[in-house]
C-alpha cells in the first residue's frame, strides 16, 4: 500500500501542467503570439528606416506646377507709352500710360503732376509731389531736359525729386542716361542730375554744377 | 510498489513559460506601444513638416505673385534691360522677411538681376520653366540648406494664351523653416521614448497581473506534489486563470478526499491483519505446547505409528502456523511504525559466527569477513535479515550447495554479500523476490518459509537505513547484498 500520496499524482498533474499553458494562451493566441513579434519588428524595422531614410529634414522636390501664371502688360511697345514715375513701397517705379501726339515730355510731365489714377493706386502706387499752382515748364534743347520747377528743391522729398528726373529721362529720344538740368524758382543756377539704375535722381558728376 | 514519480518536478521544467509568458508579454506590449508612438510621432512629424514648407511656398508664391500683379501691367512689350531690372529690383526690396532673390528672363534669354549676383536656381528648374505655362517650384540644396525656387511666367495681358514671355524666378533660403522641422522632429522623438518606456512599465504590471495566478498555481502545485494536499489557491475575479484555480481547488479537495479514505482503508487493514495476528498467537502457543508432549508420546514409540505420523504432521504444521503468525505481527509492527533500532557496536564476524552456529550452519556457508570490522546495528534485526539470506540460500540452492558470506567495508558502507552456486532466482520472479508472499516455485506451495522472509529481511535493512538486493551472478547463483551504511540514523 502506499505510503505518500504523491503516488497519486502523476496522472492529475500531468494534466494540470498540459491544460494550464492551454487555458492561458490558447492555440491560437499562442500563434499569434508567436508570430507577432516577428511581424512588428519587421513593420517597426520598416517604420524606423522609413522615418531615418526620409530624413528630418526639408527635402528636395522635382520641379512641381504650383498654380497659375501671373499676367502683365507686355501689349504695348514703349514708344507708345508714356513712362510717369510714381511711388511704391519699394521705391520709384515707372507707370505706363498710353501716349498720345504732341510733346512727350509736357504730357509726362502733366501725368506727373496730375498724379496717379484710380487703378493706379490700387496697385500701391502714390506720388510724394506736392501739389502746385503752376505747372512744372519742361522743355528740350539740344538733346537735353530743362526742368524748371514750382517748387525749391529743398522743400521736396528726394523721391520726389527721383520722380521729375526719372520721367524727363524716360522720355524717349533723349538718348542712353540723358541729364536734366533743374532749375528753381529765383536761382538761376540749374542743378545737372541724372536717373539711375534704381530710378533715383544722383547728381550729375560730370556736369559743371555751378 | 510502483517507483515514485516526480511529478512536481516534470511540471517544473516546463515553467520556464511562466518567465517567457512575461518576456512575451513585455516584448509584444513594447513593440505595440512602441510602433504606435512611432507611427503616430512619424505621421505627425511628416503632416508637420508637410504643412510647414508648403505653407511658406504658397505664402512665397502669392506675395511674389501680388507684387507682380502690382507691377507688371507697366511693362511694355518690349521691356529693356532696365525696365526689367528695376522690376527686379522692386521685387527684390518686396522680399521682406523671406529675403528672396529674383532674375528675370525674357523670352528665354539670360537672367537678370538688381544685384550682381543670380539667385541660386536648380538647372532643372530653368529648363523647365522655358516652356512652362504654370508656375513651378522646387526645393533644393544649396551649400548644406534647402532652398525654395520657383518660376513664375507673366503671360501678356492681351494674349493670355500664347507663351508668357517674361518669367521671373526667385528663391530663397529655408535654413528657418529647417530649424521648425528639426524642432518638431525633436519633439517627436522626445515624445516617443517616454511612451515607450512607460509601456514598459505597463507591460510589467499587466504581467505582474497575469502572471501571479499562474505562480500561485504551480506553487500550489509544487506543494501538493509535495504531498501537500490541503494546499488550495486564492480565487479572485472571474477570468479564465479564476476557473483554473477553482478547478484546481476541486481537484485538490476530490484528491485529499480520496487519499484520506484510502489511508483509512488500509490503516482498517492493517490493524485486521494485526488484531487477527494477535488473536491467533494465544491459541497457537497453547497449541505449540500440546504438540510438544504429543511430539514426545509419538517419538516414545508408544502410539500406533499412523497416529504417530499424523501427530507429527499436526505439530509440524503447528510450528509452521506459529512462525508464520510471528512474522505477520513483525510486519504488522513494521507497517504500523512501531519497529525501532536497538543500535549497538557489534563485531560483523562474531555476530555472523553466532548467527551460522545458532542454525547449525556452520559447516555448510564459508565466511569472508574482515576480522576487527565493527558496526553500529541492531544485532537481532542484522541476525533476522542474515538467517533469512542464508536460509534462502540452503533451502533453493541445491542439496550440495556452497554458500559464500562476504563482508566488504568503505568509509561510509558496509556490504553483506550472501551468494550460492545454485540455480539463481528465476528472471520473471527477480523483480518480486522481496515482495511479501512470493516464493520462488509457484508449484510447490507448500514449503518451509512462511513467504514474508524476505519482506522482514527488507523492512529491516530499510530501517538501518540500508538496502537489499538480489541479483544473479554472471556464472549462476544467487547474490544477494545487504548494504548497511556504518552510521544508521
Not at chain 1, 4 to 31: C, F, I, K, T, Y
Not at chain 1, 118 to 137: F, H, K, M, N, V
Not at chain 2, 70 to 86: F, G, K, M, Q, S
Not at chain 2, 213 to 232: F, H
Amino acid at each position: 500500500m502506499p505510503k505518500n500520496e504523491s503516488e497519486h499524482m502523476p496522472g492529475v498533474l500531468r494534466r494540470m501542467a498540459a491544460v494550464m499553458p492551454e487555458v492561458l494562451m490558447p492555440d491560437v493566441l499562442r500563434r499569434v503570439a508567436a508570430v507577432m513579434p516577428r511581424v512588428l519588428c519587421r513593420m517597426a524595422a520598416v517604420l524606423i528606416a522609413a522615418a531615418t531614410l526620409a530624413g528630418c529634414g526639408i527635402t528636395d522636390t522635382d520641379a512641381l506646377p504650383a498654380g497659375q501664371p501671373a499676367r502683365g502688360g507686355l501689349t504695348e511697345n514703349s514708344s507708345r507709352l508714356l513712362r510717369v514715375y510714381f511711388v511704391t513701397p519699394q521705391g520709384t517705379w515707372p507707370v505706363s500710360r498710353p501716349a498720345s501726339a504732341g510733346d512727350r515730355l509736357r504730357q509726362a510731365m502733366d501725368a506727373l503732376l496730375a498724379g496717379p489714377t484710380a487703378a493706379e493706386r490700387a496697385r500701391g502706387l502714390i506720388t510724394r509731389l506736392p501739389s502746385a499752382t503752376r505747372p512744372i515748364r519742361a522743355r528740350t534743347t539740344n538733346g537735353r531736359v530743362e526742368l524748371r520747377l514750382p517748387w525749391l528743391v529743398r522743400d521736396l522729398r528726394p523721391v520726389a525729386v527721383s520722380q521729375l528726373v526719372c520721367t524727363a529721362a524716360a522720355v524717349p529720344g533723349l538718348g542712353d542716361d540723358p541729364v536734366i538740368k533743374v532749375f528753381e524758382p529765383g536761382l538761376a543756377d540749374p542743378w545737372p542730375v541724372r536717373c539711375d539704375e534704381s530710378g533715383s535722381a544722383v547728381p550729375d558728376e560730370q556736369g559743371a554744377p555751378s | 510498489m510502483t517507483r515514485l514519480r516526480l511529478p512536481g518536478r516534470a511540471a517544473v521544467t516546463r515553467w520556464p513559460l511562466a518567465r517567457g509568458l512575461r518576456a512575451q508579454l513585455v516584448l509584444v506590449f513594447l513593440l505595440v506601444s512602441a510602433l504606435s508612438a512611432l507611427t503616430a510621432a512619424a505621421f505627425t512629424f511628416r503632416q508637420g513638416r508637410t504643412a510647414i514648407v508648403e505653407r511658406v511656398q504658397a505664402d512665397a508664391l502669392q506675395e511674389l505673385r501680388a507684387h507682380l500683379t502690382a507691377r507688371a501691367p507697366d511693362l511694355p512689350a518690349d521691356p529693356t534691360e532696365a525696365d526689367l531690372r528695376t522690376l527686379a529690383l522692386q521685387l527684390d526690396r518686396a522680399a521682406g522677411t523671406r529675403g528672396w532673390r529674383t532674375a528675370l528672363s525674357y523670352r528665354g534669354g539670360p537672367l537678370i538681376t538688381a544685384g550682381a549676383q543670380a539667385p541660386p536656381l536648380p538647372a532643372r528648374l530653368r529648363t523647365q520653366a522655358t516652356s512652362a505655362t504654370t508656375a513651378l517650384a522646387q526645393r533644393f540644396h544649396y551649400a548644406q540648406t534647402p532652398w525654395l525656387a520657383v518660376a513664375l511666367p507673366v503671360v501678356a495681358a492681351a494674349r493670355p494664351q500664347s507663351p508668357p514671355p517674361l518669367t521671373v524666378y526667385a528663391s530663397f533660403s529655408l535654413a528657418s523653416q529647417q530649424q521648425d522641422v528639426d524642432t518638431l522632429a525633436a519633439a517627436a522623438r522626445s515624445g516617443a521614448l517616454p511612451v515607450a518606456l512607460a509601456s514598459i512599465v505597463l507591460a510589467l504590471l499587466a504581467a505582474r497581473r497575469l502572471l501571479r495566478p499562474v505562480r500561485q498555481l504551480r506553487t500550489a502545485a509544487e506543494r501538493m506534489a509535495d504531498g501537500g494536499l490541503d494546499t488550495r489557491v486564492n480565487v479572485t475575479g472571474d477570468d479564465e486563470l479564476a476557473d483554473l484555480g477553482r478547478t484546481f481547488n476541486t481537484m485538490a479537495a476530490t484528491l485529499q478526499a480520496d487519499a484520506a479514505a484510502l489511508r483509512a482503508m488500509e490503516a482498517r487493514a492493517r490493524r485486521f491483519a494485526a488484531d487477527v495476528s494477535h488473536e491467533l498467537r494465544t491459541p497457537l502457543a497453547a497449541m505449540a505446547a500440546v504438540t510438544e508432549v504429543l511430539d514426545a508420546d509419538a517419538a516414545s514409540g508408544r502410539l500406533a505409528p499412523l497416529t504417530a505420523e499424523a501427530l507429527h504432521l499436526v505439530s509440524d504444521e503447528t510450528r509452521k502456523l506459529t512462525h508464520l503468525v510471528e512474522d505477520l505481527i513483525e510486519v504488522s509492527r513494521f507497517d504500523a511504525g512501531a519497529a525501532v533500532l536497538h543500535l549497538d557496536e557489534i563485531d560483523l564476524a562474531q555476530l555472523i559466527a553466532k548467527t551460522l552456529a545458532l542454525r547449525h550452519w556452520q559447516d555448510r556457508v564459508r565466511t569472508d569477513v574482515p576480522p576487527g570490522l565493527r558496526a553500529r546495528l541492531d544485532p537481532r534485526r542484522v541476525d533476522v535479515i542474515l538467517a533469512n539470506l542464508v536460509g534462502n540460500a540452503l533451502r533453493h540452492g541445491g542439496t550440495a550447495v556452497s554458500v559464500l558470506i562476504r563482508v566488504r567495508a568503505d568509509t561510509d558502507r558496509i556490504s553483506i554479500a550472501v551468494s550460492d552456486d545454485g540455480p539463481g532466482i528465476p528472471a520473471d520472479l527477480l523483480p518480486h523476490v522481496f515482495d511479501r508472499f512470493t516464493k520462488a516455485d509457484a508449484a510447490r506451495t507448500r514449503t518451509d518459509g512462511s513467504g514474508l522472509g524476505l519482506a522482514i529481511a527488507t523492512e529491516n535493512a530499510r530501517l538501518h537505513g540500508g538496502t537489499l538486493t538480489a541479483v544473479n551472478a554472471p556464472h549462476g547463483g544467487a547474490v544477494l547484498t545487504l548494504t548497511l551504511p556504518r552510521d544508521p540514523p
